[in-house]
């Protein structure tokens, strides 16, 4: 049973947060949680969070089936990030010029399933 949860419009650059994504990418439930937890990133906050979201998606369709579910038995089966909509603003430069400043914001996606399946 997939379970997927989408955080849309993080404040990050999808090139930032791709390198978190790609460590947990094929592992464990319990073992990117202690890879996030751990990771130097900024990116691995709303990772984390995009990952419990998807647990929890995946616990209430459980419960709705009448099935039960372990976390223990729950894999990262598929965990991407897209570009979102860049912000752009501009930021005084030398003799009054305008110089172009983006924020770039991401999308999150992570799908979670059992391990057997």
Known sequence: MKARAVARFVGMSARKVRLVVDQIRGKRVNDAYALLQFSPKSAAEPVGKTLRSAVANAQVKSQEQGAGLDVDDLVVREAYVNEGPTHRRFRAA??????????????????VDRKDA
């Open 94 to 111: 030398a003799q009054g010029r305008p110089a172009p400043r983006r924020k770039r914001t991401s999308h999150i996606t992570v799908v």
